[in-house]
């Protein structure tokens, strides 16, 4: 078994931009996507919720504002800080607590909350087996029936923005996107933002993983759509008409198989049998 956070890892997120990455560029996008695909399947509040791999704690602050009980987990210490800070900021509605914990080992009692989330973890563990791990665990701590809702990078999610913004006229870039293509294991030994260690998966790579962690798949959907490669995003999405369109792309295309690399994310809704 890998370490929980290899060291290029922590000093990537040590940068502190994942706090911020949701609400700017393709991260619009990214968030209000994932946010009402969970919504669709979500139990009414007040609903436990596990959120493994969660962060600076985006997601979780936003579901205990809903009213949602949320235990975040997380293996960065940095990331764990960040995600109280985001619990202060919001005294009315606090996420109910952030601890240190690794995906593939968790602290949790079996078969004792109803949902899941595995943001993160599933394209930050590079091997297959630690990824089936994770799920394993995911399935363990969920009660019967529970939920779990899985995100990857999907496959082609460095080269796409490579060609738009043209990256790939960097030689080291295209060196990176090379490899993502061959075998989907994306590593930057630059020190350019090219984001950093990860696996990038392929629609029928994350089904096949979530299956053999023991889930019934109720759902394989790309997140973004086509929207999140315009270079003018920021923009387009500051007026509500734009945004609306860019939303319904995404929708439109969210299960379409010939369309799933399009995406620069992949979100997998599994059900433990009851």
Same mark, same amino acid.
Not at 42 to 56: K, N, Q, R, Y
Not at 88 to 95: G, K, L, N, T, Y
């Given at each position: 078994m890998s370490e929980p956070v290899p060291h290029e890892m922590q000093v990537y997120y040590e940068l502190g931009l994942e706090a911020n990455r949701l609400f700017h560029g393709h991260g619009h996008l990214e968030l209000a996507r994932t946010q009402e695909i969970i919504l669709r399947h979500?139990?009414?509040?007040? !609903?436990?919720?596990? $959120?493994? =791999?969660?962060?600076?704690?985006?997601?979780a602050a936003w579901l205990a504002a809903r009213g949602h009980r949320v235990t975040l987990i997380d293996a960065s210490?940095?990331?764990?800080?960040?995600?109280?800070?985001?619990?202060?900021?919001?005294?009315?509605?606090?996420?109910?607590? !952030?601890? *240190? =914990? $690794?995906?593939?080992? *968790? $602290?949790?009692?079996?078969?004792?909350v109803p949902v899941i989330l595995l943001l993160g973890p599933l394209y930050h563990l590079t091997e297959r087996e630690d990824r089936l791990q994770a799920l394993r665990e995911a399935h363990r701590v969920l009660e019967p029936g529970g939920l779990l809702f899985a995100a990857a990078v999907d496959r082609f999610a460095s080269l796409l923005p490579g060609?738009?913004?043209?990256?790939?006229?960097?030689?080291?870039?295209?060196?990176?996107v090379a490899r993502d293509l061959r075998d989907g294991q994306h590593r930057n030994p630059t020190n350019k933002d090219y984001f950093t260690t990860a696996f990038f998966h392929r629609p029928e790579d994350l089904e096949a993983e979530v299956r053999e962690g023991g889930f019934e798949l109720l759902d394989l959907l790309g997140v973004e759509g086509p929207g999140w490669l315009l270079l003018d995003i920021d923009r387009r999405w500051a007026d509500p008409a734009e945004r609306e369109r860019l939303l319904r792309a995404a929708r439109a295309v969210e299960r379409e198989p010939t369309l799933l690399g399009l995406h620069a994310h992949l979100l997998a809704v599994g059900r433990k049998p009851a």
């Open positions: 979500l139990p009414p509040a007040p !609903c436990a919720v596990l $959120d493994v =791999g969660g962060g600076p704690g985006v997601y210490p940095f990331h764990v800080k960040q995600a109280n800070e985001t619990s202060r900021r919001q005294p009315h509605a606090p996420i109910a607590e !952030c601890r *240190l =914990g $690794d995906a593939r080992r *968790l $602290d949790v009692s079996s078969a004792s060609i738009f913004e043209n990256a790939l006229a960097d030689p080291e870039f295209a060196a990176i």
